[in-house]
């Protein structure tokens, strides 16, 4: 440590006393009982379009289970601008995917069998429903 003050002594052995003290506490992940015995991870993410009322802003969502443990999450304003609810809803999904890939990349290195399973809201399942309703209330009206 170049040109360090008696501050950062003290601060250095704070940090080294939390190691020692904490040495026996931590996350136990282990694979859950099944066929496989493989270890879990799932991604879900969200979009709220315009969901920013001051700047309109698309409000992008995620969060990414490891062995049932949130290991990243994000929300903030996108990014790009969006144009409806689906294009708001890819760029989430998109956010997403970029996250668990890099995990992937990481359990790949560490030599970890893992099954990945994406859960999401099917986009167009949502547009079906709102048509149906439409279709619904004309009926009633008529």
């Avoid at 144009?83 to 989430?92: I, M, P, Q």
């Avoid at 099917?122 to 009926?139: D, E, H, M, N, P």
Wanted: glycine share 4%.
């Amino acid at each position: 440590m170049d040109k360090a003050t008696e501050g950062h002594m003290k601060e250095l052995c704070r940090v080294i006393k939390y190691a020692i003290d904490t040495q026996n506490i931590g996350l136990k992940l282990k694979p859950e009982d099944n066929a496989n015995n493989l270890w879990e991870l799932r991604a879900y993410s969200d979009a709220d379009f315009a969901g920013d009322k001051e700047t309109r802003i698309s409000v992008t969502g995620y969060v990414v289970y490891f062995m049932n443990i949130p290991v990243c999450w994000l929300s903030r304003g996108q990014k790009s601008v969006t144009l409806s609810t689906t294009e708001a809803e890819y760029v989430a999904c998109s956010e997403v995917v970029k996250e668990v890939l890099f995990i992937q990349q990481l359990l790949g290195h560490l030599q970890v069998k893992y099954n990945c399973r994406f859960v999401y809201m099917l986009i167009t399942l949502g547009q079906y429903f709102w048509q149906k309703i439409k279709t619904a209330v004309i009926r009633q009206n008529t």
